[in-house]
């Protein structure tokens, strides 16, 4: 039976930035891996490669790589979990070395690693930055630009007055909040948000991220499994709705990760 270990104390910043970057890959490429184990070996040779992530990394060589992976692997921070107990105990003690012998990463490339589900969750949180900034790096700037009308520190909108004339068009949520009582049913509704989901209703919204179901009957904002936001993205550019899927604007043909 396997079991989460944390003996060696927080991660530095360059474990937690690795197990960001970590996770930020999952997310991109197939998000349900986040909750399956994964070979190790898969981590070093396909997932986050030195060769082509060193400079997300922040790591200047090989060595430093493998260096951090084995305290990861470890237990620093708490991070993830090795299965079996008897392999990870091996990289905590090989770690604590002075002189780590690296090649314990290669010679038990079957294990298999879990990341924490809280840790994922705080990797993966909209309102900071995916991993912790390398000196001298520009501030990250999340994927979903914030609403302007968004309170700060709250997933709810601000409040806007509304003219008169455009009451009878809202949902009767909306006019309770005005202190006012909704007209008669007969006069017509209006839509409710997207992010609502009937009580009643047979099925529900899923999260596009996780695929995990949304609270029915409340605007959803974030998902409250993965923490991502369900804002609809647009393109930083010119402002056009894009697929989360999308690589590029399909209005200005800007890329949708420097837009």
Not at 135 to 160: I, K, R, T, V, W
Not at 168 to 185: C, T
């Amino acid at each position: 039976m396997t079991r989460w270990l944390g003996s060696m104390g927080p991660a530095g910043a360059d474990v937690d930035r690795f197990f960001h970057h970590l996770a930020r890959t999952l997310a991109d490429s197939d998000p349900a891996r986040l909750r399956r184990p994964i070979p190790l070996a898969e981590i070093h040779q396909s997932l986050v490669p030195y060769r082509s992530h060193r400079r997300a990394l922040g790591l200047a060589s090989s060595d430093e790589y493998e260096t951090v992976l084995l305290r990861l692997c470890a237990g620093e921070g708490d991070l993830v979990r090795v299965d079996p107990d008897t392999v990870r105990d091996r990289f905590a003690r090989e770690a604590a070395s002075a002189h780590p012998d690296l090649d314990i990463l290669h010679q038990h490339g079957e294990v298999t690693i879990t990341l924490s589900r809280e840790a994922v969750m705080r990797a993966l949180k909209p309102e900071s930055p995916a991993s912790p900034p390398l000196p001298g790096s520009p501030p990250h700037l999340p994927f979903a630009e914030p609403q302007a009308d968004m309170l700060p520190g709250s997933a709810e909108p601000a409040f806007q007055p509304i003219a008169e004339a455009e009451r009878d068009l809202l949902p009767a949520d909306d006019i309770r909040r005005e202190g006012r009582s909704p007209p008669d049913a007969t006069l017509g509704s209006a839509t409710a948000p997207s992010s609502r989901v009937d009580e009643g209703a047979d099925e529900r919204l899923s999260c596009a991220w996780c695929g995990g179901l949304l609270p029915a009957g409340r605007p959803a904002h974030f998902c409250p499994h993965c923490g991502q936001s369900l804002a609809q993205p647009r393109c930083r550019q010119c402002g056009a709705e894009l697929e989360r899927a999308w690589r590029h604007c399909v209005d200005c043909g800007a890329p949708v990760r420097s837009v």
